[in-house]
T-cell receptor, first 113, second 113 residues
Framework: NAGVTQTPKFRVLKTGQSMTLLCAQD?????MYWYRQDPGMGLRLIHY???????AKGEVPDGYNVSRLKKQNFLLGLESAAPSQTSVYFC????????????FGQGTRLTVV | KQEVTQIPAALSVPEGENLVLNCSFT??????LQWFRQDPGKGLTSLLL?????REQTSGRLNASLDKSSGRSTLYIAASQPGDSATYLC????????????FGKGTMLLVSP
């Protein structure tokens, strides 16, 4: 049981480049989330999805886009990377049942130079 | 807007000590509260999940309590070990809207041999 898997684990981008982070979960969870974690800021929600074909903005959505074409996958895109997007990105998933715990991926460390 | 605060930000103790980590939240309208552990460079691992109707949860040497009305939770670690060294995060899930977690910034724990 792989749980939540993020690809890639590390990436270095030049300013202005684009990239897509992939999150895959094999637990048939309805809800999926993208967070970023920065020193002194904690984890902040970027975008989330409550089901296949749906997305919504979180606390810090600017500069990111997401898609949930398949229930098991949640993609986070950076169209034109900026140094301010240097961060560690975490994907998480949860069932619709609010009594259950959230599961997190191992993170993607992104550096924009 | 929900805000989650964790005190202390860092804690250093000798092996064997019992310790308490604190988490407070500003809006008591929550479904549940979850404690996570994060090792350096790793993802988040769920430790304990307390429903809003519960007062505490226990797992091994860990005990988490919840006082929803006062907006407080504590994580008690008994007989600490060097392997407990990590950052501990608490997160709350609101009881309205979609189930997005709000995180505290964490307590970095170092247990010395």
């Amino acid at each position: 049981n792989a749980g939540v898997t993020q690809t890639p684990k590390f990436r270095v981008l030049k300013t202005g480049q684009s990239m897509t982070l992939l999150c895959a979960q094999d637990m048939n969870h309805e809800y999926m989330y993208w967070y970023r974690q920065d020193p002194g800021m904690g984890l902040r929600l970027i975008h989330y999805s409550v089901g296949e074909g749906t997305t919504a903005k979180g606390e810090v959505p600017d500069g990111y886009n997401v898609s949930r074409l398949k229930k098991q996958n949640f993609l986070l895109g950076l169209e034109s990377a900026a140094p301010s997007q240097t961060s560690v990105y975490f994907c998480a998933s949860n069932t619709r049942d609010t009594t259950t715990e959230a599961f997190f991926g191992q993170g993607t460390r992104l550096t924009v130079v | 807007k929900q805000e989650v605060t964790q005190i202390p930000a860092a804690l250093s103790v000798p092996e064997g000590e019992n310790l308490v980590l604190n988490c407070s939240f500003t809006d008591s309208a929550i479904y549940n509260l979850q404690w996570f552990r994060q090792d350096p460079g790793k993802g988040l691992t769920s430790l304990l999940l307390i429903q809003s109707s519960q007062r505490e949860q226990t797992s091994g040497r860990l005990n988490a309590s919840l006082d929803k009305s006062s907006g407080r939770s504590t994580l008690y670690i008994a007989a600490s070990q060097p392997g407990d060294s990590a950052t501990y995060l608490c997160a709350v899930k609101p009881d309205s809207g979609y189930s997005t977690l709000t995180f505290g910034k964490g307590t970095m724990l170092l247990v010395s041999p």
